[in-house]
């Protein structure tokens, strides 16, 4: 026995692998099995067809009868008798240009607000005070609003004849005239944004809450005997140490923004100064019978939300295992 | 260096009162030990001492000056909590600097001197460099024992330092506590925990809590020899303290008698009292008899070397006369 105490340890030792381990790896597989059935059912399959209808010809009266045409809604062009080449497609579309650009826009201020103004409720909703409990769960409530309904709520709010906000605005004097705040394109974004921002703020607090707790209590007083002013408190040690959570609820939130479709359809119908990527995908495949033109926006919309995304985690170094704790 | 004095020292919380008056004075230089069974509140006064919780009432003075109301970062004092509090995401160096770097007119190099001198004391220079999650428990303590260190302090707290580690790096970090001690012998040093060995080990003078009061105040030595009530005699000491009540202390003149296991001897006839055998353990270096002889616990008796005493065996023991404590009806010593 004592031999084979001493026996030198081997690097190449074969890999044991008990009877124990080997009943996990099973259930854990079971278990994984029906999720991974239904991605593939729900997402894999449609996300495969999209691409495929996007290298084709099809129409909504005629799906079946699609035709290969390749690189076509994407980009092609002709070369006319005069000598001049014209540019056609989606990689040349200006309406497809302006969408990107609109998403990336609302993407940016919408979760940037979000964040800062999440991790100051969380801030707040993290102290000890009469109430917290009742006031964390009305907090949720615009969260738990469906989004059809909040959008609907401050559609009227904002409207420019009876909104309320018109109203407050002329008798506190902070308006000279009504504003048409979902109309006019040059606050369509601003309503856009201010609903979104309402909306989705509590969903990134509560997130960012559950990072604060985790952060133990004795750092803090092992702070204030540091002398650590309350400012340099939150950015020498609370920042950095929800900063996991703080990544992971800010990439659940740029996906949400990216694809955003409901909110915008609801309050700015039609309007350019807003129409995002997947409303213009939307409107191609359904409302102007170009499937496959509408489905190559939407392959484009899924690559740029993965690179953004692939792009998000390798520079902000996001790891999905609770952070260096 | 500080003297720190106490005044009628309360402290509630809501209705709950958790310290009921204290008066104490801890020297200069001092190490101060405060013990006490769980909930007595000596962990809530180091709080108040440390600033960390306010006082409800009374006066809390660093050398004859009142702080009551200063922030725990002016009163000179640095703390070691049972749980490190170690900045998670701050390499060691970094946990040991950053009080300093916040404190102005420290030069980095001095800072640098600083912390790789405290690192050096405590023998943690190679992790200078890591991050706490790659310390060990012990390892982990003297890090925050460092961070104490470094920032000079006048008055040293300890809340239940050695709570966290296994018994072996238990009684090393507390004999480093012990060095530290002597070499900063013009640090006041206070020191919570619920263990007597510790108390009695690195105690200038103790100070046993009970229920939010003092009990008692003295060297370990005076607590062990002279203790003024049942509950401190019982606290302080291991084995615990017999205790034997009716006819038998009635017979020494007292309510209770008290006499502690290194205090009987067993006899081979002719004992004051006798009791029969039912557990005996084995140190080595000593061992414990448990007798049963009706007494609320079994009387332990504490003999020099290995016994081959068998639990059911009966036998006769004696205390020495002049190691016994007689206490009255309230617990409290009778003349």
């Keep these: ?325 | 260096m500080a003297s720190i004095e106490l005044r009628n020292i309360r402290k509630s919380f809501g209705v709950v009162e958790v310290i009921k008056g204290v008066d104490l004075e801890v020297r200069k230089g001092e190490f101060m030990v405060f013990v006490g069974p769980s909930g007595c509140g000596k962990s809530t006064l180091l709080r108040l001492i440390s600033g960390l919780e306010d006082i409800t009432s009374g006066d809390m003075l660093f050398d004859g000056k009142v702080v009551n109301a200063l922030a725990p970062s002016k009163r000179g004092i640095a703390m070691v909590f049972q749980s490190y509090a170690l900045y998670p995401h701050m390499t060691v160096y970094d946990n040991m600097a950053f009080g300093l770097t916040l404190e102005k007119g420290h030069h980095k190099d001095e800072i640098r001197q600083r912390v790789e001198k405290a690192a050096e004391m405590l023998q943690i220079t190679p992790y200078l460099d890591r991050l706490p999650k790659q310390l060990s428990g012990g390892q982990r303590q003297r890090v925050a024992i460092g961070r104490a260190i470094t920032r000079d302090p006048k008055v040293f707290l300890f809340d239940e330092p050695l709570s966290n580690l296994d018994a072996a790096l238990r009684v090393a970090t507390r004999i480093e506590i012990a060095k530290l001690h002597e070499e900063m012998d013009n640090v006041t040093m206070i020191y919570v925990t619920h263990d007597q060995v510790e108390a009695m080990t690195l105690a200038d003078r103790i100070c046993v809590l009970r229920d939010g009061v003092i009990e008692q105040v003295g060297t370990p030595m005076e607590l062990y020899e002279t203790p003024n009530s049942v509950f401190v005699a019982g606290f302080i000491g291991s084995p615990k303290m017999n205790f034997i009540g009716g006819e038998r202390a009635e017979q020494l003149g007292a309510h209770t008698v008290g006499v502690r296991g290194e205090h009987l001897t067993i006899v081979p006839e002719n004992g004051t009292w006798s009791g029969k055998v039912i557990h005996t353990e084995n140190l080595g270096a000593d061992s414990y008899v448990y007798l049963e002889m009706g007494t609320e616990e079994p009387v332990v008796v504490r003999l020099d070397g290995a016994n081959n005493y068998r639990s059911g065996d009966v036998v006769q023991i004696s205390p020495m006369m002049d190691k016994i404590h007689r206490f009255d009806a309230a617990g409290r010593p009778s003349a």
Excluded: C
């Design chain 1, 1 to 325: 026995m004592a031999s084979d105490a001493m026996a030198p340890i081997t690097l190449r030792a074969p890999k044991i692998i008990s009877e124990l381990s080997r009943q996990r790896l099973a259930a854990a597989r079971w278990f994984l099995l029906p999720m991974l059935a239904a991605l593939s059912v729900v997402a894999g399959w449609p996300l495969l067809r999209s691409i495929y209808f996007s290298f084709t010809d099809a129409s909504l009266t005629d799906l079946y009868g699609a035709e290969f045409i390749g690189f076509g809604n994407y980009l092609r062009w002709t070369t006319l008798a005069s000598g001049k080449t014209i540019y056609r497609g989606l990689l040349v579309d200006s309406a497809w240009w302006n969408a990107v650009w609109n998403t990336l826009r609302f993407a940016f201020w919408s979760v940037s607000f979000e964040a800062v103004l999440g991790m100051i409720v969380a801030l707040v909703l993290n102290a000890e005070f009469r109430g917290r409990g009742i006031v964390r769960a009305a907090i949720l409530i615009p969260w738990a609003i469906p989004t059809i309904v909040s959008a609907k709520i401050w559609a009227w709010m904002l409207n420019d004849q009876f909104g309320i906000l018109n109203d407050l605005g002329l008798r506190l004097g902070l308006l000279s005239q009504k504003v048409a705040w979902t109309a006019s394109a040059d606050t369509a974004m601003q309503a856009v944004l201010i609903v979104d921002i309402w909306k989705t703020t509590p969903f990134m607090a509560l997130l960012i809450l559950a990072g604060l707790q985790m952060v133990p209590k004795d750092i803090y007083e092992a702070a204030e005997l540091d002398g650590v002013h309350p400012v340099k408190q939150f950015f020498a040690i609370t920042l950095p140490l929800v900063r996991p959570a703080l990544m992971v609820a800010i990439i659940f939130r740029l996906l949400d923004a990216l694809r955003i479709f409901d909110l915008i359809y609801v309050l700015t119908p039609n309007s350019a100064a807003t129409k995002t990527m997947s409303v213009l995908a939307r409107e191609n495949l359904f409302d102007f019978d170009k499937f496959a033109y509408g489905s190559a926006m939407s392959t484009l919309l899924f690559l740029i939300i993965a690179v953004l995304t692939i792009l998000y985690i390798w520079l902000g170094q996001v790891r999905f295992d609770g952070g260096d704790r």
